[in-house]
């Protein structure tokens, strides 16, 4: 017996060798071990966050996944969990209610219960996941019928952290990613991928790509 999914093969089928290795292919608890309290995106891309959440109607209990010090809610929602990998950047959260520490990329498995969130959020991180199909597949799982699953994300990173498949495209290529990562999981519906910022703007792009978990 295993604790695995077993059709973990068929899930990942498909992707190039290597697409999830990365440079730097040591723990992520060496790179997050100091807390960055900077922001990741410029003050245009995050206010184009904030819209998108107000837009999408997220609020009750909202989970903010590789989430640190600021959450970019304009307004924060009822009940704001965050989780992410340095405990300083947590707890100088002053949206979230609780916060946890969890390594996705080392169990992608969360100790969240089923059905328990209105909707998930994750900003300018998907590319770190080197297990994005059961990341993906545990945020369904604890979201109710009908909760919203986003992601948004630039055109930057920290390379030796994100996975090779990422580095290796350009931004249409990243939001092919991440749309595959929802087709492949799931059942999601209402799939949707947007730039949500002004193309002449000079500031950082946003892009989103969401969908909600099928009732
Ligand atoms: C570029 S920062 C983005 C932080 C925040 N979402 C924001 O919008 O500013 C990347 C975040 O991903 C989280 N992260 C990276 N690897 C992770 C992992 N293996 N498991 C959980 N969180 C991770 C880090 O804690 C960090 O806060």
New binding site residues.
């Given amino acids: 017996m295993t604790d695995q999914p077993h059709d973990l093969t068929d899930l990942y089928s498909g992707f190039p060798a290597g697409f999830f290795e990365r440079a730097d292919q040591s723990s992520?608890s060496n790179f997050?071990a100091a807390p960055r309290l900077v922001?990741?995106i410029d003050d245009g891309a995050i206010e184009a966050v904030g819209k998108l959440y107000t837009e999408l109607g997220l609020t009750g209990r909202v989970l903010d996944l590789?989430?640190?010090w600021?959450s970019?809610f304009p307004v924060k929602p009822e009940e704001l969990v965050v989780?992410?990998?340095?405990t300083e950047?947590l707890s100088a959260n002053k949206d979230a209610d609780s916060w946890l520490q969890?390594?996705?990329?080392v169990n992608p498995i969360m100790p969240l219960l089923d059905e328990e969130f209105d909707g998930v959020v994750c900003?300018?991180?998907v590319d770190?996941l080197t297990r994005p199909l059961e990341v993906f597949n545990e945020v369904h799982r604890c979201l109710k019928p009908g909760g919203v699953f986003v992601h948004t994300f630039s055109n930057r990173c920290?390379p030796t952290k994100a996975i090779n498949g990422w580095n290796q495209t350009d931004d249409r290529g990243h939001v092919s990613i991440v749309g595959e990562y929802f087709r492949r999981t799931g059942p999601w519906s209402d799939l949707s991928a947007e730039l949500r910022t002004e193309t002449s703007s000079f500031g950082d792009p946003l892009y989103a790509v969401w969908g909600r978990k099928s009732s």
């Fill in positions: 992520d997050y922001t990741h590789m989430g640190s600021v970019h989780l992410g990998m340095n950047e969890h390594d996705l990329n900003c300018v991180s770190y920290f």
